[in-house]
Nanobody, 127 residues
Protein backbone atom coordinates (compact mmCIF):
# COMPACT_ATOMS: atom_id res chain seq x y z
CA UNK A 1 0.00 0.00 0.00
CA UNK A 2 1.35 3.37 -1.03
CA UNK A 3 1.48 5.80 1.87
CA UNK A 4 2.86 9.20 2.73
CA UNK A 5 3.12 10.06 6.40
CA UNK A 6 3.84 13.59 7.63
CA UNK A 7 5.33 14.32 11.02
CA UNK A 8 6.98 17.17 12.87
CA UNK A 9 4.08 19.52 13.30
CA UNK A 10 3.20 21.15 16.59
CA UNK A 11 2.80 24.39 18.50
CA UNK A 12 5.58 26.94 18.19
CA UNK A 13 5.97 30.59 19.12
CA UNK A 14 6.31 33.26 16.43
CA UNK A 15 9.89 33.35 15.20
CA UNK A 16 10.40 29.70 16.02
CA UNK A 17 11.25 26.76 13.78
CA UNK A 18 9.87 23.37 12.90
CA UNK A 19 11.00 20.65 10.52
CA UNK A 20 8.31 18.63 8.83
CA UNK A 21 9.05 15.19 7.43
CA UNK A 22 7.22 13.30 4.72
CA UNK A 23 8.07 9.61 4.74
CA UNK A 24 6.96 7.26 1.99
CA UNK A 25 6.16 3.59 2.36
CA UNK A 26 5.17 1.07 -0.25
CA UNK A 27 7.01 2.91 -3.00
CA UNK A 28 10.26 4.74 -3.62
CA UNK A 29 10.27 8.50 -4.00
CA UNK A 30 13.16 8.51 -6.48
CA UNK A 31 10.95 9.27 -9.48
CA UNK A 32 8.43 11.51 -7.76
CA UNK A 33 8.06 15.24 -7.50
CA UNK A 34 7.04 16.07 -3.94
CA UNK A 35 4.95 19.02 -2.91
CA UNK A 36 4.06 20.54 0.42
CA UNK A 37 0.65 22.16 0.62
CA UNK A 38 -1.20 23.77 3.50
CA UNK A 39 -4.76 24.63 4.37
CA UNK A 40 -5.78 27.05 7.06
CA UNK A 41 -9.33 27.14 8.48
CA UNK A 42 -11.67 28.88 6.07
CA UNK A 43 -9.02 29.17 3.39
CA UNK A 44 -8.25 27.28 0.23
CA UNK A 45 -5.38 24.83 0.05
CA UNK A 46 -2.22 26.45 -1.24
CA UNK A 47 1.13 25.24 -2.46
CA UNK A 48 3.98 25.99 -0.11
CA UNK A 49 6.99 24.32 -1.66
CA UNK A 50 7.91 21.51 -4.00
CA UNK A 51 11.02 19.67 -5.10
CA UNK A 52 11.74 17.80 -8.30
CA UNK A 53 12.59 14.11 -8.38
CA UNK A 54 16.24 14.96 -9.08
CA UNK A 55 16.29 17.42 -6.19
CA UNK A 56 17.82 20.05 -8.45
CA UNK A 57 14.68 22.17 -8.83
CA UNK A 58 12.67 23.70 -6.03
CA UNK A 59 9.76 26.08 -5.87
CA UNK A 60 8.44 28.24 -3.03
CA UNK A 61 5.37 30.32 -2.45
CA UNK A 62 6.23 34.01 -2.17
CA UNK A 63 4.94 34.02 1.40
CA UNK A 64 7.58 31.52 2.56
CA UNK A 65 10.60 32.39 0.40
CA UNK A 66 13.69 32.91 2.50
CA UNK A 67 12.10 31.21 5.52
CA UNK A 68 11.31 27.67 4.37
CA UNK A 69 13.67 25.15 2.80
CA UNK A 70 12.65 21.92 1.12
CA UNK A 71 15.03 18.99 0.77
CA UNK A 72 14.93 15.30 0.06
CA UNK A 73 16.88 12.25 1.16
CA UNK A 74 16.07 9.49 -1.29
CA UNK A 75 18.12 7.00 0.71
CA UNK A 76 15.68 7.54 3.58
CA UNK A 77 12.70 7.86 1.22
CA UNK A 78 11.86 11.11 2.98
CA UNK A 79 11.31 14.76 2.09
CA UNK A 80 11.73 17.55 4.61
CA UNK A 81 10.41 21.07 5.01
CA UNK A 82 12.50 23.21 7.31
CA UNK A 83 10.42 26.14 8.49
CA UNK A 84 12.15 29.06 10.17
CA UNK A 85 10.95 32.47 11.35
CA UNK A 86 7.45 31.13 11.64
CA UNK A 87 4.56 33.57 11.67
CA UNK A 88 0.99 33.20 12.96
CA UNK A 89 -0.19 33.21 9.35
CA UNK A 90 1.76 29.98 8.77
CA UNK A 91 -0.76 28.20 10.99
CA UNK A 92 -2.39 25.44 8.94
CA UNK A 93 -2.57 21.74 8.32
CA UNK A 94 0.41 20.84 6.18
CA UNK A 95 0.17 18.03 3.63
CA UNK A 96 2.81 16.40 1.50
CA UNK A 97 1.92 14.96 -1.88
CA UNK A 98 3.69 12.98 -4.57
CA UNK A 99 3.38 12.73 -8.33
CA UNK A 100 5.34 10.31 -10.51
CA UNK A 101 7.20 12.01 -13.32
CA UNK A 102 9.77 11.24 -15.98
CA UNK A 103 10.78 14.91 -16.01
CA UNK A 104 13.52 15.10 -13.42
CA UNK A 105 13.22 18.87 -12.93
CA UNK A 106 9.44 19.18 -12.78
CA UNK A 107 7.92 21.24 -10.00
CA UNK A 108 4.29 22.28 -9.69
CA UNK A 109 1.74 23.74 -7.30
CA UNK A 110 -1.13 22.22 -9.26
CA UNK A 111 -2.69 20.02 -6.60
CA UNK A 112 -4.70 18.06 -9.16
CA UNK A 113 -1.46 16.64 -10.58
CA UNK A 114 -0.59 14.89 -7.32
CA UNK A 115 -2.02 11.43 -6.85
CA UNK A 116 -0.64 10.46 -3.45
CA UNK A 117 -1.37 12.52 -0.35
CA UNK A 118 -0.53 12.25 3.31
CA UNK A 119 -2.99 12.72 6.14
CA UNK A 120 -1.57 16.08 7.18
CA UNK A 121 0.16 17.49 10.24
CA UNK A 122 -1.02 20.52 12.21
CA UNK A 123 1.29 23.51 12.56
CA UNK A 124 0.20 26.19 14.99
CA UNK A 125 2.19 29.38 15.43
CA UNK A 126 1.02 31.29 18.47
CA UNK A 127 2.33 33.00 21.55
Amino acid sequence: QLQLVESGGGLVQPGGSLRLSCAASGFTLDYYTIGWFRQAPGKEREGVSCISSSGTSTKYADSVKGRFTISRDNAKNTVYLQMNSLKPEDTAVYYCAAVATTEATMTSFQAALYDHWGQGTQVTVSS
